[in-house]
T-cell receptor, first 114, second 111 residues
């Protein structure tokens, strides 16, 4: 089975621009969640998608938005980028209904905002 | 709200030393508890987990016991190796399904 893959691995943007990050779930998983990990910090929950709908959101402004597609892949979109958005963005997939719904993480997309 | 607190690092040990990384949590209900590891340049990997009180999770020589009475989930390993050098994150997962992480503890093991 394939693991969680994310793209791009690194990217640089300037303040005010928009960015789209992509994630392919692990095979058979139906839930995707996104986390932001600032340098030296633990990951912070952004939101989660299940069956193409957002079903949980952390303390992030509306300029952070997402999509989940019928094949369970997902996108994270961030508008009007700010310097503090510089971070590693992690995608995790899981299978709802399977014991503890263990999360499997991708290697992340490192975003630098200049 | 739910939260996780883990000991600050960095923790520097010599090879074969005993490791403890403390983790305590605050949560309503009965969360599942996890330890994740992040090697340099890599994503998060699940190291071990425990889903109910008194459960012991173990993997690769690491272990942690879910202590409800002390709301703790301390990570231990009897003899660390240089290859264990990484950042370790304690996390809980409650009723919302989201993972709440501690701030991470950097472990450096010297030969």
């Amino acid at each position: 089975e394939t693991g969680v893959t994310q793209s791009p691995t690194h990217l640089i943007k300037t303040r005010g621009q928009q960015v789209t990050l992509r994630c392919s779930s692990q095979s058979g998983h139906n839930t995707v969640s996104w986390y932001q990990q600032a340098l030296g910090q633990g990951p912070q929950f952004i939101f989660q998608y299940y069956r193409e709908e957002e079903n949980g959101r952390g303390n992030f402004p509306p300029r952070f938005s997402g999509l989940q597609f019928p094949n369970y892949s997902s996108e994270l979109n961030v508008n009007a980028l700010e310097l503090d958005d510089s971070a590693l963005y992690l995608c995790a997939s899981s299978l709802v209904g399977r014991d503890t719904g263990e999360l499997f993480f991708g290697e992340g997309s490192r975003l630098t905002v200049l | 709200g739910d939260s996780v607190t883990q000991m600050e690092g960095p923790v520097t040990l010599s090879e074969e030393a005993f490791l403890t990384i403390n983790c305590t949590y605050t949560a309503t209900g009965y969360p599942s508890l996890f330890w994740y590891v992040q090697y340099p340049g890599e994503g998060l990997q699940l190291l071990l987990k425990a889903t109910k009180a008194d459960d012991k999770g173990s993997n690769k020589g690491f272990e942690a016991t879910y202590r409800k009475e002390t709301t703790s989930f301390h990570l231990e390993k009897g003899s660390v190796q240089v290859s264990d050098s990484a950042v370790y994150f304690c996390a809980l997962r409650g009723n919302t399904g989201k993972l709440i992480f501690g701030q991470g503890t950097t472990l450096q093991v010297k030969p």
